[in-house]
């Protein structure tokens, strides 16, 4: 099993920066990516940024493209989420997810099977 914790969370404004963490635990070696995800209220969960824990290759969301950067430190076995020049409509709760299983579309949340409680963000 996998662990995930973030943190990082609050308040920000309009074109400040943010960055979200989360902290991997257990089984952390048998993850081969890494996402995070967001959720608003009355939406549905969506797809933000992926990385692969092997590679590192990484990919975006085209609405965060530019402005987000999902970046990993192996050594601390924690996965980040830099938000720069963040937007109102970026306010959600923010989830960190695991896949330790193979295939499928990063953007898919059903590819990912651990996940962590979520830190929100709110941009003003």
């Known amino acids: 099993h996998v662990q995930l914790v973030e943190s990082g969370g609050g308040s920000v404004q309009a074109g400040g920066s943010l960055r979200l963490s989360c902290a991997a635990s257990?089984?952390?070696?048998?993850?081969?990516?890494m996402a995070w995800f967001r959720q608003a209220p009355g939406k549905e969960r969506e797809w933000v940024a992926t990385i692969y824990t092997g590679g590192g290759s990484t990919y975006y969301a085209d609405s965060v493209k530019g402005r987000f950067t999902i970046s990993q430190d192996s050594a601390r076995n924690t996965v980040y989420l830099q938000m720069n020049s963040p937007k109102p409509e970026d306010t959600a709760m923010y989830y960190c997810?695991?896949?330790?299983?193979?295939?499928?579309?990063?953007?898919?949340?059903?590819?990912?099977?651990?996940w962590g409680q979520g830190t929100q963000v709110t941009v003003s």
């Open positions: 997810a695991a896949a330790t299983i193979y295939g499928g579309s990063w953007r898919d949340r059903a590819r990912y099977n651990y």
């Open positions: 257990g089984y952390t070696y048998s993850a081969n990516r």
